[in-house]
Every structure is written in C-alpha cells, then in structure tokens.
C-alpha cells in the first residue's frame, strides 16, 4: 500500500509541475485530443514513448503490446488504427520494436511461457520466414538484433495491408507508416527506412519482403 499511496503522491507532484508551466494545461487538454502520431510499439516498461521523443501528454496516441505485433485478427489494436485514423486523423504511425525484446528473444529461442506462446507464433513464423538471411549473422546476438528489425518492418507491411490505412489512402488523407528501433542501453532511436505514404509505397515494400530480398540491419 505505501508504494501505491508513492505514486499518488508522485502523481499530484507531476500534475502541480506541469500547472506550474503552464496554469491552463489540463483545461486546455480536456477540450480536444488531436495528436498526429500514433504510437504502435512493445509493452516493455523501461521507455516511455511520448517522453522519450518530447511530446506532452495529449500529443501522441499508443497502442502497445508484447513484441509491437499488428495481427490482422487483433480487434483491440485495429480499433485502435482505426480511431486514430478515421477519427484523430493522425498523419503518422510509428511502429516502433526494441533490440533485445523478450518477446522476440523468447520467440526465436522457443522459450516456453504459456498462453503468451501462441502469440509470439507470429514471430517464430518471420524466423522461417528469414532463415537463411538469419543464418548469415555471425554470432547469436546478431542474429537476434536481425530478427527485432525484420519484425519491425513486416509490422510496417501489416499497418500498411490494414483496409483501415489502405482506405485512407485512397481517399487522398495524409498518411505515412514508419519503422523505427532502439536499444534499451542508449534510448535512441533509429529509422529503419521502410516508410510508405501510399499504396504504391506498400506494393513497393510488400514485394521486396515477399522476395526476401530487403536489406535488413541498421547495426550499433
């Protein structure tokens, strides 16, 4: 109970700074949520996203689970695309993953945890998928940082192959995806380079992962 009633207190600490800054902050940001990005990364707790790129609260819509996956069959993080596009009409999605990722890590390893298994699938799908360019890492490590950026960009494919993107595009709204990556050690992150604005972007990008023949890997 004292660590909850520590989080209170920090809470109301945080709040108290920022009205300091700016006295009408909250009122101002009760009104209206308009951010142009939103934010499809991993569940890990050792980032913040909003803060870590200098946005304020109100300034960036997230979605985030285990291994920043964008399954077709997942309505929780479609519903979530699609507020954020037809609703927020936000300009930029960023899926962005992390080197090292558990999720990916556990994946490839075939580490067993239970339920969570099954979703990891999808992962352990793209390790098949990639084997050979895997195989050509040199050390462990490397193949799973490989892994981490592959899984990145597919998920880009799958934001863009959503008929929730692929509608606004047609309809002439403003709309890109990006990859990005970090590691955990220096909090910076990298752009992947797989960014589409359009359906041609999108064939473009799905026609070199169906071939295998993108060239993966930003490296420390």
């Not at 109100?58 to 997942?74: C, K, P, Q, S, Y």
């Not at 556990?106 to 979703?119: H, Q």
């Not at 606004?168 to 604005?197: C, F, M, S």
Request: hydrophobic share 40%; charged share 25%.
């Amino acid at each position: 109970m004292d660590k909850l009633k520590n989080l209170l207190e920090q809470n109301k600490q945080w709040a108290r700074n920022l009205k300091e800054s700016d006295p009408q902050f909250f009122e101002k940001l009760s009104r209206l949520q308009t951010p142009e990005f939103l934010w499809i990364g991993c569940s890990d707790s050792r980032i913040t996203p909003a803060n870590s790129i200098g946005l304020l609260p109100g300034e960036m819509f997230v979605h985030r689970n285990i291994a920043n996956l964008i399954i077709h069959t997942d309505m929780n993080c479609l519903s979530v695309i699609q507020f954020a596009v037809d609703v927020l009409k936000v300009k930029h999605i960023i899926v962005c993953g992390h080197y090292d990722c558990g999720g990916v890590k556990a994946a490839f390893e075939n580490t067993r945890f239970g339920l969570i298994d099954n979703w990891l699938r999808h992962i352990q799908d793209l390790a098949h998928k990639y084997e050979e360019e895997l195989n050509n890492a040199k050390t462990a490590n490397e193949r799973l940082d490989k892994l981490c950026e592959i899984n990145v960009i597919e998920q880009v494919v799958n934001v863009g192959e959503t008929t929730i993107v692929q509608d606004a595009w047609l309809r002439g709204q403003n709309l890109t995806v990006h990859g990005w990556i970090y590691y955990i050690t220096d909090g910076i992150y990298q752009d992947l380079n797989v960014t589409i604005e359009s359906l041609e972007d999108m064939k473009s990008l799905l026609l070199k992962t169906l071939n295998k023949r993108q060239e993966i890997g930003v490296g420390r």
